[in-house]
């Protein structure tokens, strides 16, 4: 699928790691290996992504993601920790990393191919270098390995803190992780499910960290709001944020985002509720044949009068989706590249047989979106 965005390669950097640890991993969404300490100061390479932001937890296909020149590089030096970082475009002097990205690291999976794993947060010790517009050439740099605080282990907000053995209730209600999931849970159970959660509970159980990281990855969110998730240290903030999100589901659209930086205007795209999970546990980032990384929200609905579609037939070349044709669409208003229509044109054998199959359904660029969504 060849995107005709006018942005260009999901270029990369990679990071090497000159000192590690093999201590084994205490957090339940990390997978078994070792992983670096907290607060750890190590030479990291890393990879800067295009408009891709990408949370602890997050799996991809080494051969499937990454340029054959990155690739060859990190076999070649043997790296096993490398560095991904959202890379955001600047018009003058390139691709400038953001300060926090995750450290990933390089196994085999079970059919013997070569995945990576998302498994911490690093922060640059200094503002990193621009990026220049060759976005395969490897960056080293010296990064901190970010804390995974417990909640209960670390003081309240000054105001809140007082010096008392026990918390009050509301204190508990506010700062106790496990009790801010339960209530998120609790209150926008229809929501989560439609998102896929139960797939998710299933894998990675009911923990704190885990889930934070999951809802930040998958809620209709900017990038921008996506990386301040990321920054966070504490999960229960990042729950506390979502909170707020869910709150305003029913009323959160998603607007074109060049609409709005260019012509100042709002133009209308889709409304949150349409989000779905096409197949049970997708994780919504995709690659095309010519290497462009697109993470996307797969929406049933979006308004007819403010998109249009690419004057070509429907192709099931490369689809991301089995058994569905797509088409590029566009923003009727600025002609940027939305994402892709998809229709259905077999009833072949799928993940998630048995299950309603949509006739037809969009999959939306996050890098082209703005939510209205309130932290």
Known sequence: MISQ???????????????????????????DGPSLHPHAIVDLTYLCLVDVVLFPGERLSFEQYFDPSVRHAIVEQNISYFGLVLGQVHPE??????????????????????????????????????????????????????????????????DFSRNCGFWSSWEIARFHG????????????????????????????DEPRAFSYWLARTAPLSNVQRQSMLALDLP????????????????????????????KRTTAITHAQSIFQVTPGQS????????????????????????????????????????????IVYCHVCKTHLGWQFDRVSDSSVEGEGEERKDQFFGLRRAALLSNARE
């Open 93 to 158: 002097v390139g691709y400038v990393p953001a300060q926090v990205g995750t450290v990933w690291t390089l196994t085999f999976g079970a059919d013997r191919r070569l995945e990576c794993h998302a498994r911490q947060r690093f922060r640059f010790c200094q503002p990193p270098s621009t990026v220049t517009w060759n976005t395969h050439s490897l960056h080293v740099a010296k990064v901190e390995i970010c804390p995974e605080l417990d909640d209960l282990g670390h003081k309240l907000p000054r």
């Open 284 to 327: 919504g980032n995709y690659v095309n044949p010519s290497g462009f990384f697109h993470q996307a929200l797969t929406v049933s609905h979006v308004q007819e009068m403010n998109i249009e579609l690419e004057d070509e037939e429907p192709t099931m070349e490369d689809s991301w989706f089995e058994g569905y044709a797509w088409t």
């Open 5 to 31: 965005t006018a942005r260009t390669s999901s270029g990369a950097r990679i990071t090497t790691v000159s000192s590690m640890t093999t201590s084994s991993s205490t957090y339940a969404y990390l997978h």
């Open 236 to 263: 229960v903030l990042r729950l506390q944020r979502m909170l707020s999100v869910l709150a305003a589901e029913n009323q959160m659209m998603l607007y074109c985002i060049a609409c709005n930086d260019k012509n």
């Open 178 to 205: 496990p009790t801010v999931m339960t209530r998120l849970i609790g209150h926008y159970r229809d929501v989560l499910h439609q998102w896929g959660y139960a797939e998710e509970r299933e894998k990675q159980g």
